[in-house]
């Protein structure tokens, strides 16, 4: 039997053009506790070389097919508990490929609070609704008189009207085809507002550039998307995220209500009556979080940098250095940089596996530290770090050497990530985390 796991490799292998077995052998290995940089390092052999970038999209695209696999499991049994899962429904709620697409899918039947919608199909007007949704040529005042029922709430043909309005503007506010359209519309038109409550002018003087500003959603910076949100968390600002509204609502019209039948006009009227409060108020709360969450990304990314700078400063100056990270199997990897901290030579010795290795490895290193002319030597605290300084020390390099034991901490973390790509793309993660990590390890 097919599982999810088994279906999530499957995609995931077909989506980053990998072999299955990789995917599977990846996935086994994240699963068990293995970080990112530990997979690329050190097993190849299980994975085919994947490198950290094929490794980390495995790891991030798995997450997401299985929180979407949790959310769909979630929803079906939600659908069954109440008696409305279809096969229809079912099929579409298995089909949905991404988070939006299946809330989208559920919002009709999501269990919800008594609305103006729900009081309307109580009180039996739900019929006429549907006959005003399909538009036809008919007087609506009669057939809505049809409906009055002092019994049940409704007084008059007009009474009526407005609840079959009101179901109507639900239904429209839970399509997923005007949802998908608004929500474009959002991006693309939409503005962030921002203005001062009324005699807060005072409390509220350190927002003074935002008492009355609006720019659009899709340039807005966002050191001042997060300043009007934290105004407005401090309740010293009103923040409203919309498109134009006239523009929503055509929109609307041109996909549920074409025609001149008074059917179609009573359409008009529920979208415009009800827009506001239903489709944008619910666009509004979404397009909010992700506006939110894209400043604080940007946010985050620019205090990383300016961090970065600070940490990467040299703590031993500007010195030629050789930098090495022990090990015994896999040998000590090895890079040579100048006093820039610029990449000159990488390679790998083995001064830990017999005397052999020990005299070549040793050969070697006199000769690095010559021709780079090497001012200081690091070694990382890891796993043979201690065999390793020993070794060094043994070889009576240059007194004017420094031979310095370092807390490697970072540097696999600094491997895998995409500034170490970035700056270093034509080399793989063992030798572009120790370009980096003898100037932040001391």
Request: aromatic content about 6%; proline content about 4%; charged content about 30%.
């Amino acid at each position: 039997m097919t599982t999810m796991i088994d279906m999530a490799i499957a995609q995931i292998a077909g989506e980053l053009r990998l072999a299955e077995e990789q995917v599977e052998a990846t996935v086994g290995l994240l699963d068990g506790g293995a970080t990112v940089p530990f997979i690329a390092r050190y097993r190849k052999e299980s994975t085919g070389s994947l490198d950290e970038v094929a490794i980390s999209g495995i790891r991030d695209r798995l997450a997401q097919l299985r929180e979407l696999s949790e959310r769909r499991q979630a929803i079906l049994a939600s659908l069954e508990k109440q008696g409305l899962l279809s096969e229809e429904l079912r099929k579409a709620v298995l089909s949905a490929e991404t988070m939006t697409i299946l809330e989208d899918t559920y919002l009709p039947y999501r269990p919800r609070r008594r609305t103006r919608a729900a009081i309307a199909k109580e009180r039996g007007l739900e019929p006429l609704a549907s006959r005003l949704w399909g538009k036809e040529d008919f007087d609506v005042n009669r057939v809505a008189a049809e409906y009055v029922n002092p019994e049940a709430g409704v007084e008059s043909a007009k009474e009526a009207l407005s609840g079959a309005r009101d179901i109507i503007a639900e239904w429209i506010s839970e399509d997923a085809i005007a949802r998908r359209e608004i929500r474009a519309l959002f991006w693309s038109q939409g503005t962030i507002a921002a203005r001062v409550p009324s005699g807060k002018d005072t409390e509220a003087a350190k927002y003074r550039d935002y008492f009355d500003w609006q720019e659009p959603i899709a340039n807005a910076p966002s050191h001042r998307i997060l300043a009007m949100l934290r105004g407005e968390k401090e309740s010293l600002l009103s923040v409203r995220v919309a498109p134009p509204a006239d523009t929503a609502t055509a929109i609307l019209e041109r996909l549920f209500a074409r025609g001149e039948t008074e059917a179609a006009e009573q359409v008009r009227q529920a979208i415009r009556e009800r827009y506001k409060a239903l489709l944008e108020s619910a666009m509004e709360t979404e397009v909010r979080k992700a506006v939110r969450i894209r400043a604080e990304d940007t946010a985050i990314r620019v205090f990383a940098d300016n961090l970065r700078e600070l940490l990467l400063a040299p703590a031993l100056g500007q010195k030629n250095t050789l930098a090495l990270d022990p090990g015994f199997r896999t040998g000590c990897k090895l890079v040579c940089l100048d006093r820039q901290g610029h990449l000159l030579h990488h390679d790998t010795v083995y001064p830990l596996l017999g005397e052999r290795d020990a005299a070549e490895a040793a050969g070697k290193i006199r000769l690095l530290c010559d021709e780079y002319d090497v001012e200081a030597v690091a070694v990382g605290n890891g796993t043979g770090g201690r065999e390793t300084e020993a070794f060094l020390r043994a070889l009576e390099l240059d007194p004017k050497i420094a031979v310095v034991m370092v807390n490697e901490s970072g540097a696999s973390v600094y491997s895998a990530s995409e500034a170490a790509r970035t700056e270093f793309p034509d080399h793989d993660i063992t030798a572009g985390s120790w370009t980096r990590w003898p100037n932040w390890s001391r």
